[in-house]
């Protein structure tokens, strides 16, 4: 395989494109007065400097998460949710009506939505039985159009983690864009990929702030890749994407990673009891090994199973549309409280 070359997949009109320059990203100093931004110079009713744009590039919560992640703050994207890092991608790699990118079903279905929103054409190449990536029809369906590929480790609905080494197999020969989505990887025991940045010119790794840190609410999502990437992410922005009040919070956040690996470990915990619990029920025939936060479980009847349960005001996810989840429910593990409301409530079924 030739030598990586971005330039060769970003799409022209993006290589060209010169960014909106915000009153904010102008100036970085100790001003007094600012008359630059046409804000409201007399404040908010909320009283928290809320009359200001934020940090455009959120400087300061990069240097908590490059702290944390050990990463360079100029390797760090954060978008308004991981999708906003999905849609971007989508706009700098892919030409609407020309390109398609590689999906892995069962999996996220916000890649092929996106795909779908910037009319980019989507290969399906299903996991395996075992749920593992079939590299050997990945790379086959791979044509001269074909720009990135998204890998979600550990995947979404599943929960088990994809093989290592196909991924590294994945990076070494596939002409795009390598996507790892890491958004559960904090209940996992492998290692991120966000260490092998300076290897892989073609990865961009995503994590997000809405899972194992909490802060779904916020909508921090995480973007690390190489700074030719991270600066191609920056000019397709909006230039305000990260409001004021999720930066501040998750500046605050990150200041608490004890209690943040307190809760990991009492997620898993909880996890290991629920999959030990369900194997009790006549009606639940596969309880999947899971390195995330939830249980894919495959049931006799999930449309029914599901329905039970909503009676009972508990909310699961049906997933029995997917591929290879046929009577599958995805299980997301609760407090203990509530994942034994769960399991009683099970009890009751027939």
Known sequence: MEKFDIDKIVR?????????????????????????????????PLDENYNRYPDPLQWELKKELSRIKGVPP??????NGSDEV???????????????????????????VCAGINDVETKEVLLTEDFQLNVEGILNAV???????FICSPNNPTGNDMNRMDI???????????IIDEAYINFSRQKTFIQELLEYENLIVMQTLSKA???AALRLGLGFASEKIIDLFNRVKPPYNVNLSSQQLGIKALA????????IINTIQ???WVHDQLQQFNFVQIIYTSDANFILVKVDNADKLYQYLLLHRIIVRNRSKEPLCNNCIRITIGTQQENEKLINTLKSYE
Do not use: H
């Open 86 to 112: 999905i849609d971007i991608a989508f706009r700098i790699f892919c030409k609407p009506g020309q390109d398609n990118v590689i999906v892995c079903p069962p999996t996220y279905g916000m890649y092929k």
């Open 74 to 79: 100029q390797n760090i994207f954060i978008g």
């Open 12 to 44: 022209k009109n993006i290589e060209k494109l010169k960014p909106y320059s915000s009153a904010r990203s102008e100036y970085r100093g100790d001003a007094e007065v600012f008359l630059d931004a046409n804000e409201n110079a007399y404040g908010s």
């Open 213 to 215: 840190w909490g802060l």
């Open 270 to 272: 909880q996890r290991n």
């Open 143 to 149: 044509d001269a159009n074909t720009k990135l590929l």
């Open 256 to 263: 608490n990673i004890k209690e943040v690996n307190a809760n």
């Open 168 to 178: 590294e197999l994945l990076l070494n020969n596939f002409p795009g864009i390598v």
